[in-house]
């Protein structure tokens, strides 16, 4: 049977942490460490920090997150691109991992104590996806399932990173988050633009119009 991509992603990426775990430089080497890409220029570290997680539990969360949103996200990109849509999928995910921390560079591009970790960003991006894809599709969290339908989910989850990320003094990276949710949604209505005849935000309007007009 072939694996799908958000598969392979999956097993390189849990792989690589488990990895990461055992090995403090495994950890150093691959985490992103913004003066050793500005002044060393390790630009790998843009993409090998989504490869490596800060515990068992937030490897887990991740993965579980993508797996959920990534097979259907994955199905509907091959609908919409046709031979091309996984490698567009693949395209939409790595590109993720660099654009959803641009911001965390520009802002710590010479802070000695800033290290980020974690696949979230491109995680993010791939839920978007399937927000914009179906918006109507109920969405809640692990820990606090009131299902709620996904546009208004993702309303409130980039409202509340906002708010986390002014506020925040933990480990947490929210502004990862933001703008892989944000990408998300811009490459997927560029990609169907330009590569497809796909009118995935129209229809995304449609979808919200006519849940709205129900009332």
């Not at 691959?30 to 220029?41: R, T």
């Not at 996984?86 to 921390?101: D, E, K, Q, R």
Request: with cysteine; aromatic share 16%; hydrophobic share 50%.
């Amino acid at each position: 049977m072939e694996l799908s991509i958000t598969l392979i992603i999956i097993i390189v990426t849990v792989l690589v942490s488990l990895g990461g775990f055992s090995s403090h430089k495994v950890m150093d080497d691959l985490i992103f460490y913004p003066p050793a890409v500005s002044q060393q220029k390790q630009w790998w570290r843009f993409f090998t920090c989504g490869l490596i997680h800060a515990d068992v539990g937030h490897l887990a969360l991740n993965m579980y997150a993508l797996y959920i949103f990534g097979k259907n996200v994955e199905k509907a990109f091959i609908g919409i691109f046709g031979q091309y849509g996984g490698l567009v999928y693949l395209l939409m995910y790595i590109s993720a991992l660099v654009v959803c921390l641009l911001p965390t560079y520009k802002k710590h591009r010479n802070d000695y104590h800033y290290r980020s970790l974690g696949a979230s960003g491109a995680v993010s991006a791939v839920v978007f996806c399937f927000i914009l894809l179906f918006p109507l599709q109920k969405l809640g969290l692990i820990f606090f399932p009131v299902m709620i339908p996904g546009f208004i989910f993702g309303t409130l989850y980039l409202v509340f990173s906002s708010i986390l990320e002014r506020r925040s003094k933990g480990n947490i990276n929210h502004s990862a988050h933001i703008w892989g949710a944000l990408y998300g949604v811009v490459f997927l209505i560029a990609a169907s633009n330009f590569f497809s005849g796909y009118p995935v935000l129209q229809n995304f309007v449609t979808d919200v119009r006519g849940w709205l007009g129900s009332f």
